[in-house]
């Protein structure tokens, strides 16, 4: 039985999240039953989804409880089985939360997944080929679906969904504009992972502003816009599309306090005949071995980059996890555990 410390939700955040939501707990691991596996994490994924988790109220994914261990995806290796598939020492990747070890029910499918260490990094599998990654993949191909020399943009460019969409759209063909808070973030979405252009949203007070800049860089209108923030960012956006152009929204981070986030001009919608489509990339689990393939090629190949920043310790996940919806990560948002 293995010592084992976990941060739970304590209460929900009454306006702006804080640290004093969580609550760090030490217990034991139990004894593992037939069919289980028992899982040292040794990566934590921040994600923005888990603010929404934290709020009692209805959206796409039920809230999380109070006083249970923290939603999170994890990585790490089996050191114990009962199940025959899976052996000592095998690396895996699977929602085991925010805390340092789980116990898995690995007769669930898609509970635990065995991954290939040999050319892609462990950490690399909840970010670039994991969960972010094939969000990318599934916004830019089944919802935008787009056609080589058209032009794409995409919110919070530098982040994990956003290096990811980056690469798998300068694949096929297309001209790609990031948007991303301060100049290192933008020379590194030029710089090192291959975008045309990135703007600096924190230089413009206004969606006006912000749309000049996207006409400067797309002198062709946008054709396909992947959504991570909303407010006004997809204000100069919509300002910009072409007729018939198409919105994947994956998330509306501007929005994870609570606040509305209403729309300058709808009728922009109408007017280009936009589709404009969200979507849950857990609801599409058809599509995560296409996705993760060409994902982990686009790695080997040294055209996706990623870049980490990673917190030392569960103690610190909370303060790591403020600092995420502030910005303050510069790509993939990571706790290390081991």
Same mark, same amino acid.
Request: with cysteine.
């Given at each position: 039985?293995?010592?084992?410390?976990?941060?739970?939700?304590?209460?929900?955040?009454?306006?702006?999240?804080?640290?004093?939501?969580?609550?760090?707990?030490?217990?034991?691991?139990?004894?593992?039953?037939?069919?289980?596996?028992?899982?040292?994490?040794?990566?934590?994924?921040?994600?923005?989804?888990?603010?929404?988790?934290?709020?009692?109220?209805?959206?796409?994914?039920?809230?999380?409880?109070?006083?249970?261990?923290?939603?999170?995806?994890?990585?790490?290796?089996?050191?114990?089985?009962?199940?025959?598939?899976?052996?000592t020492g095998d690396r895996v990747v699977g929602?085991?939360?925010?805390?340092?070890?789980?116990?898995?029910?690995?007769?669930?499918?898609?509970?635990?997944?065995?991954?290939?260490?040999?050319?892609?990094?462990?950490?690399?599998?909840? $970010?670039?080929? +994991?969960? /972010?990654?094939?969000? %990318?993949?599934?916004? #830019?191909?089944? *919802?935008?679906?787009? !056609?080589?020399?058209?032009?794409?943009?995409?919110?919070?460019?530098?982040?994990?969904?956003?290096?990811?969409?980056?690469?798998?759209?300068?694949?096929?063909?297309?001209?790609?504009?990031?948007?991303?808070?301060?100049?290192?973030?933008?020379?590194?979405?030029?710089?090192?992972?291959?975008?045309?252009?990135?703007?600096?949203?924190?230089?413009?007070?206004?969606?006006?502003?912000?749309?000049?800049?996207?006409?400067?860089?797309?002198?062709?209108?946008?054709?396909?816009?992947?959504?991570?923030v909303g407010g006004m960012v997809l204000d100069?956006?919509?300002?910009?599309?072409?007729?018939?152009?198409?919105?994947?929204?994956?998330?509306?981070?501007? $929005?994870?306090? +609570?606040? /509305?986030?209403?729309? %300058?001009?709808?009728? #922009?919608?109408? *007017?280009?005949?936009? !589709?404009?489509?969200?979507?849950?990339?857990?609801?599409?689990?058809?599509?995560?071995?296409?996705?993760?393939?060409?994902?982990?090629?686009?790695?080997?190949?040294?055209?996706?980059?990623?870049?980490?920043?990673?917190?030392?310790?569960?103690?610190?996940?909370?303060?790591a996890f403020m600092g995420l919806l502030k910005?303050?990560?510069?790509?993939?948002?990571?706790?290390?555990?081991?």
């Amino acid at each position: 039985m293995a010592t084992n410390r976990q941060i739970l939700l304590d209460n929900r955040p009454e306006g702006e999240a804080t640290v004093n939501n969580f609550k760090l707990v030490t217990t034991e691991t139990p004894p593992l039953k037939d069919g289980q596996v028992l899982v040292r994490h040794h990566f934590l994924s921040l994600d923005p989804y888990m603010r929404g988790r934290m709020n009692d109220s209805k959206s796409y994914a039920a809230s999380q409880p109070l006083g249970e261990v923290m939603i999170g995806g994890t990585v790490g290796e089996v050191v114990e089985s009962r199940h025959p598939k899976f052996l000592t020492g095998d690396r895996v990747v699977g929602m085991g939360g925010w805390q340092e070890y789980s116990v898995v029910d690995a007769l669930q499918p898609g509970a635990l997944r065995k991954v290939d260490t040999t050319h892609v990094p462990l950490s690399y599998y909840l $970010g670039a080929v +994991g969960m /972010p990654g094939v969000t %990318a993949w599934y916004g #830019l191909v089944k *919802i935008i679906n787009p !056609k080589a020399g058209e032009t794409m943009v995409i919110s919070a460019a530098t982040g994990a969904v956003g290096s990811a969409f980056g690469a798998l759209a300068k694949a096929r063909g297309c001209r790609v504009v990031g948007i991303a808070g301060g100049p290192e973030k933008c020379a590194y979405a030029v710089n090192e992972l291959g975008f045309d252009a990135c703007i600096d949203y924190k230089l413009h007070k206004d969606m006006y502003s912000l749309a000049k800049a996207l006409k400067q860089e797309c002198p062709n209108g946008i054709d396909g816009y992947f959504e991570n923030v909303g407010g006004m960012v997809l204000d100069a956006v919509l300002l910009r599309m072409n007729a018939f152009g198409r919105i994947a929204v994956c998330g509306m981070i501007a $929005g994870y306090d +609570g606040q /509305p986030l209403p729309l %300058a001009n709808p009728a #922009l919608i109408l *007017i280009n005949r936009l !589709k404009v489509e969200g979507f849950i990339v857990s609801e599409h689990m058809e599509v995560w071995p296409e996705a993760l393939t060409e994902l982990g090629t686009l790695v080997a190949q040294g055209k996706l980059r990623p870049r980490e920043t990673i917190a030392q310790g569960l103690e610190n996940a909370p303060e790591a996890f403020m600092g995420l919806l502030k910005g303050k990560n510069f790509g993939k948002q990571l706790v290390k555990l081991v």
